[in-house]
């Protein structure tokens, strides 16, 4: 008669070992692995922030840059409305307006909206189209074509805001500040 070959398993001793090494390297990794997750969440957020400054100030700009002078019906330091003429097809006048609901008192949860009178935006529910939440301030200031402070509309050849929004995961503000010329029309 054959005899099976002996099977031969793990002592306890070796169980016991590898186990062990395997907590040690557990416990040396997870630290790694936290810093990691929390570097590339606030990485995230950084970049989401940033496209949001980004886009709110691109957009504005935008719409300045296609004004001209003497376009601007009424202007303050938190607010800027202005008509503008479409050649898009049809020779539409629009007016536009970008202004913020203002954040509570030592607060960055203001937004900032941009509207127009042409096609008419009805809010909904309450809601008006936003270009960028978490707001801190804005500020916009005007200057004349000798490059000094003006409030008077029909002498603004050049405007300029200020946009800062916070970050929601670090909580720090990024501010950007942007100067357009009017256009000599």
């Known amino acids: ?10 002592t306890l001793l070796e169980l016991v070992l590898v186990t062990a090494i395997i907590g040690i390297l557990v416990k040396a990794g997870t630290p790694v692995i936290v810093a990691s997750l929390k570097a590339y969440g606030m990485t995230t957020d950084l970049a989401a922030t940033s496209d949001r400054l980004r886009y709110a100030s691109d957009r504005m700009a935008f719409e300045i840059r296609e004004l001209s002078a003497g376009s601007i019906t009424a202007l303050s330091a938190s607010a800027l409305t202005f008509s503008r003429v479409d050649y898009a097809g049809a020779t539409t006048s629009r007016t536009v307006t970008i202004d913020q609901s203002a954040p509570g008192s030592g607060q960055c ?5 941009l509207s127009y009178n042409t096609p008419a935006m009805t809010p909904v529910a309450g809601y008006l189209p936003v ?3 978490n707001l801190c301030s804005l500020a916009f200031a005007y200057y004349d074509q000798s490059g000094l402070s003006t409030l008077v509309a029909a002498n603004v050849r050049q405007v300029e805001y200020t946009l800062s929004v916070k970050s929601t995961a670090t909580g720090q503000t990024y501010s950007q500040r942007t100067r357009i010329a009017l256009r000599n029309r």
Do not use: K, Q
């Not at 008669?1 to 793990?10: K, N, S």
């Open 1 to 10: 008669m054959r005899r099976l070959p002996a099977c031969r398993g793990f």
């Open 131 to 133: 270009l960028t939440d």
């Open 109 to 113: 949860n203001g937004t900032v909206r």
